[in-house]
């Protein structure tokens, strides 16, 4: 009885083992995507991904399409999205393409296949697949040489208008270090918003110094402290109005507003007289519209409408103030537009 089981054991390990060997000696094929990023870790060195017309692209990575075959129970698993194929990263110094040849930058065109090693390996799995064919098959990239340089943090609002030197009390780093193509030195920018502003007139605020072009690092943490204002803003005014006109757009195509007496009535507005933060008042000399006439539906049903001009002012910019407002009625009339 006992050979018996014994024989028994044995057949089972066996017919085990031939289960197991006849599986793998089954080959499948399958195709999956490889995400491949190429770097550099020499910060003098920028990698960007080209398109189909050779132009530089905003990616990190690029997908692409592999042709694999091995086992069945991996390919069935990858079939099944059981299996996440690793990133393939690789360094651009190690694969030898940071020989420039002495110009500022320089294309090349790595083939896939040599990236992979051949094989696409995967996320918690000590197997591979055999990589056969790719596409693309080769990566068209371009290397830039960067020249180290030190620059000047410009300190802007939210409209891109710079902040006057005189409100910054302190900035640091006062200069950024950093890597940019051709050597380029424009200023770093960082920007502030209106709550931001207001803060760093307390204490130090942290933001994120924009690095123009092309540059390692892209951009780099600063802490700006801005003077109180305490100072009397300077007096501007405009002297040539414009009135602009808003309107329901029920309104639109249908009615026609005509201001009476408007030369008049923009005598009576002029000059507009204002002070405040130097990119308020300069937000208010650029508009087109510095007062608006609000016309409302209900003035279709009233005779004689009037009411007074409103003053368009810079959104956002609560230190911006109007002197001596005029708030005189302007009459106008609704004509209707005959088709």
């Known amino acids: 009885m006992q050979i018996n089981v014994k024989t028994i054991i044995v057949v089972v390990l066996l017919s085990a083992l031939v289960?197991?060997?006849?599986?793998?000696a089954v080959v499948k094929t399958a195709i999956v995507d490889v995400e491949?990023?190429?770097f550099s870790n020499n910060a003098e060195f920028m990698v960007q991904y080209l398109d189909g017309q050779g132009e530089p692209t905003a990616e990190i990575s690029r997908r692409v399409q592999v042709n694999v075959k091995g086992?069945?129970?991996?390919?069935?698993?990858?079939?099944?999205g059981k299996l996440t194929p690793r990133i393939?990263?690789?360094d651009i110094e190690a694969e030898k393409f940071t020989n420039l040849a002495g110009q500022d930058y320089r294309d090349f065109t790595p083939r896939v296949l040599d990236l992979l090693d051949g094989k696409v390996t995967f996320e918690d799995q000590d197997g591979y697949l055999v990589a056969e064919?790719?596409?693309?098959?080769?990566?068209?990239?371009?290397?830039?040489k960067l020249l180290p340089v030190s620059l000047r943090v410009q300190v802007v609002g939210e409209n891109d208008i710079p902040l006057p030197q005189e409100r910054i009390e302190s900035i640091e780093p006062a200069q950024i270090q950093a890597y940019v193509a051709g050597g380029a030195t424009n200023d770093a920018v960082a920007i502030l918003n209106i709550s931001q502003q207001q803060k760093a007139t307390q204490q130090p605020v942290t933001v994120s110094a924009r690095i123009p072009g092309l540059a390692r690092p892209k951009d780099v943490e600063v802490?700006?402290?801005l003077m109180e204002e305490t100072t009397i803003w300077p007096i501007n005014q405009i002297d040539r109005l414009q009135v602009g006109i808003c309107k329901p757009y029920s309104m639109e195509?249908?009615?026609r507003v005509i201001i009476e007496d408007l030369e008049a009535r923009k005598d009576s507005y002029s000059p507009i007289r204002f002070q405040g933060p130097l990119s308020a008042v300069d937000a208010y000399k650029n508009e087109p519209y510095p007062l608006i006439l609000v016309v409302?539906?209900?003035?279709l049903k009233t005779t004689n409408p009037a009411r007074p001009l409103l003053y368009n002012l810079p959104k956002g910019e609560p230190q911006f103030t109007i002197i001596d407002p005029v708030s005189e009625p302007v009459r106008f009339q609704l004509k209707k537009i005959e088709e």
């Open 36 to 38: 491949i990023s190429l």
């Open 71 to 80: 086992p069945a129970s991996l390919i069935q698993a990858l079939q099944e």
């Open 88 to 90: 393939v990263r690789s």
């Open 223 to 225: 802490k700006i402290k």
């Open 296 to 299: 409302k539906e209900e003035d």
């Open 19 to 24: 289960w197991i060997f006849a599986e793998r």
């Open 253 to 255: 195509g249908e009615y």
């Open 133 to 144: 064919e790719v596409n693309p098959a080769v990566l068209p990239i371009r290397v830039t």
